[in-house]
């Protein structure tokens, strides 16, 4: 399973791939039912001019399409970073089986860093699996502000190190 894991977090770390090519914050995901990909996306917020244009949203909604369904029950979302407390509300609802993420945004987590949905009184609890290829996801997102603030000598376009501001 852990070889899985892997495999598919390195799709979601391809999404975030484009999500840099495109001057957004590198956040990738996939979802995955049965084995196979059933939606993907990056984040581009800025792009789309649309502030729930994260790349967890994006791929739940690719997911939704494919399975002509918005519940999603036995699928696994695969994110770069903890999702956020927009996309954990979009987890339950799509009643996700397991989420499996790369690294923990400490201020803006919602999986368990700053929030445990399924600490809460919800109708929906999912598995959570944080680390996978953590360094790697911990990289991307490094080296994304690291390059933003030396094209910004002051660092005011940059978010806080450590913030994905997505």
Do not use: W
């Not at 979302?77 to 945004?105: N, S």
């Amino acid at each position: 399973m852990d070889s899985d894991h892997e495999t598919f977090m390195r799709l979601a770390l391809a999404q975030a791939d484009l999500a840099r090519a495109a001057g957004e914050v590198p956040v990738g995901a996939v979802v995955v039912l049965d084995g196979a990909v059933v939606g993907r996306g990056f984040n581009h917020p800025i792009g789309a001019s649309d502030p729930t244009a994260h790349a967890e949203i994006l791929a739940l909604r690719e997911a939704s399409r494919a399975r002509d369904n918005y519940r999603l029950t036995r699928a696994t979302l695969y994110a770069t970073v903890e999702p956020c407390l927009m996309c954990a509300g979009a987890i339950v609802h799509a009643r996700l089986a397991t989420v499996v993420y790369g690294v923990a945004d400490p201020k803006g987590g919602a999986v368990r860093s700053l929030l445990d949905p399924n600490a809460l009184p919800l109708n929906h609890r999912f598995e959570a699996v944080e680390g996978v290829l953590a360094d790697e996801c911990r990289r991307l997102l490094q080296d994304f502000f690291r390059e933003k603030r030396q094209g910004d000598p002051g660092g005011r376009d940059a978010p806080p190190a450590g913030k994905p501001d997505r």
